[in-house]
């Protein structure tokens, strides 16, 4: 007698917490309905995210090109992002992974790779864009999209091997309550990676930094912060690493999560 696998979408629609109704959408699962935004609107970066035009060039020339200015020349390719993002998290066939802030899932996509046909790779984002042309891309069978707020995930605790999120968490309205949410729906053990601004230290490029991340409605990270709120959310062995004004930091979530 041979079983069917359940689908990635099935899987996912098994992890979310109780009372989570989605919406009729063939290709994601939509916690968002009608509503055009994931809660509060930030400002001009993440009303861009939700255009038509921004999803089609996203993945190929806009998040390479912006990526390379915010990195600069000695920061990492697309291709090298992929690979610290799957070797923070530690991803493993089989395993549970969630990629926060998706776009056009490129990041879900490789992930589904590496958990394979067992595991299950979910990417979540609040634009219905973004998703649409991540849909459109043909990608491993683990993966699974999912339209709801980065900063109140869905998800019922301790679910997720790994959370991923990268470029985003600085547009969220209140980046400590969405680090509160990755932290809840990680298992004890589970990894966090993290992608986000970081305002240079020399006091004129400090003042430049805040001034532009105001301008498009980005949070300008501290150096160190992002480490700090992990520490101070239970997380151990913490790697930060620097680029331009970028930092990429990984943690592992502690056995009790901290008050
Ligand atoms: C710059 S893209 C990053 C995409 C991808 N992670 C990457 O690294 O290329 C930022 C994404 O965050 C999403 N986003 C912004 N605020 C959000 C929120 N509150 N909830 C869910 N997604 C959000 C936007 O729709 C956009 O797709």
């Known amino acids: 007698m041979s079983t069917s696998r359940p689908t990635a979408q099935d899987r996912l629609l098994d992890l979310l917490e109780a009372g989570k109704e989605p919406g009729q ?3 994601f699962v939509d916690l968002l309905g009608e509503s055009a935004q994931a809660g ?20 190929h020339y806009w998040r ?10 000695s920061g990492p390719s697309m291709a090298g992002e992929v690979d610290i993002a799957v070797n923070l998290l530690g991803l493993k066939p089989g395993g549970s992974s969630l990629d926060v802030a998706c ?3 490129r990041f879900t996509r490789a992930f589904g ?29 683990s993966v699974a999209y999912l339209r709801a707020d980065a900063v109140s995930l869905p998800f019922r605790t301790s679910t997720m ?12 309205a209140d980046p400590d309550a969405a680090l509160d949410s990755f932290t809840s729906v990680l298992k004890p053990g589970g990894r966090v ?17 805040t001034f532009g991340g105001a301008f498009s409605g980005q949070r ?4 160190g912060e992002i480490a700090d709120k992990l520490r101070d959310r239970g997380f151990t062995e913490i790697s930060e690493r620097y680029a331009g004004v970028t930092q990429i930091v990984g943690g592992t979530r502690g056995a009790t999560i901290a008050q």
Do not use: N
């Open 25 to 27: 959408s063939r290709d």
């Open 113 to 141: 790779e590496v958990v394979g046909p067992d595991g299950l790779s979910a990417g979540l984002d609040g634009s219905r864009t973004m998703l649409t042309k991540a849909v459109a891309t043909t990608g491993p069978v």
């Open 103 to 105: 776009g056009t899932g």
């Open 161 to 172: 091997d790994a959370v991923c999120c990268f470029a985003a968490l600085h547009m969220f």
């Open 64 to 73: 390479p090109a912006l990526g390379r200015i915010a990195k600069g020349l």
């Open 220 to 223: 300008m990270f501290d150096r």
């Open 193 to 209: 990676a993290l992608l986000t601004s970081a305002r240079r230290t020399w006091q004129p490029a400090h003042t430049v930094d």
């Open 40 to 59: 509060p609107p930030t400002g001009l970066a993440q009303r861009l995210m939700r255009t038509s035009v921004v999803p089609t060039i996203y993945e």
